[in-house]
């Protein structure tokens, strides 16, 4: 499923982004990615999704 329309960024990209390179916050999926970069409206589901994915202990 996309989560980022506007630079078609997934959710499965999202968490292998967070589970195999590390990367555990919106700041750097939109360096990876330029997700948020444009209507922003992906923010909030990327932030859900990582929570999800990299639980805070
Ligand atoms: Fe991600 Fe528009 S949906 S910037």
Same mark, same amino acid.
């Given at each position: 499923m996309y989560v980022c329309l506007c630079h078609g960024v997934s959710d499965k990209k999202i968490k292998q982004l967070a589970l195999e390179e590390g990367i555990c916050d919106v700041r750097g999926i939109k360096q990876c990615t330029?997700? +948020?970069?444009?209507? +922003?409206?992906c923010i909030k589901q990327t932030k859900e999704i990582l929570n999800e994915t990299v639980p805070i202990l």
């Open positions: 330029a997700l +948020g970069s444009q209507c +922003g409206k």
